[in-house]
Nanobody, 121 residues
Framework: VQLQAYGGGLVQAGGSLRLSCAAS????????MGWFRQAPGKEREFVAR????????LYADSVKGRFTISRDNAENTMHLQINRLKPEDSAVYYC???????????????WGQGTQVTVSS
């Protein structure tokens, strides 16, 4: 299984980014997909997840209303639209995959390599 996250970058506070994750080596539509992030000196934290068919979704309280997760099962891709970025959103963002709801927010089976998001104030 390979999960390739991309789309990160340097952006000013208040700006937007769209992260993407390209998945291979798995039956994409059979997996719940999600995003975690890790800021320097902090533990990895759950950000969002999306169920097999595109819904329902779940977000961390810190990103609700600003982040939108989506997926395209035909293209084996997942996206995270990030709006109204804050400096505290700066982190490496990882795409993750698991077959179970219970695991996806706690200990996903598969992890991508991460993409860096840096938000300047």
């Amino acid at each position: 299984v390979q999960l390739q996250a991309y789309g990160g970058g340097l952006v000013q506070a208040g700006g937007s980014l769209r992260l993407s994750c390209a998945a291979s080596g798995l039956t994409f539509s059979s997996y719940i997909m999600g995003w975690f992030r890790q800021a320097p000196g902090k533990e990895r934290e759950f950000v969002a997840r999306i169920s097999w068919g595109g819904g329902p979704t779940l977000y961390a309280d810190s990103v609700k209303g600003r982040f939108t997760i989506s997926r395209d099962n035909a293209e084996n891709t997942m996206h995270l639209q990030i709006n109204r970025l804050k400096p505290e959103d700066s982190a490496v963002y990882y795409c993750v995959a698991d077959k179970t709801i219970a695991a996806i927010t706690m200990a996903p089976t598969y992890w991508g390599q991460g993409t860096q998001v840096t938000v300047s104030s």
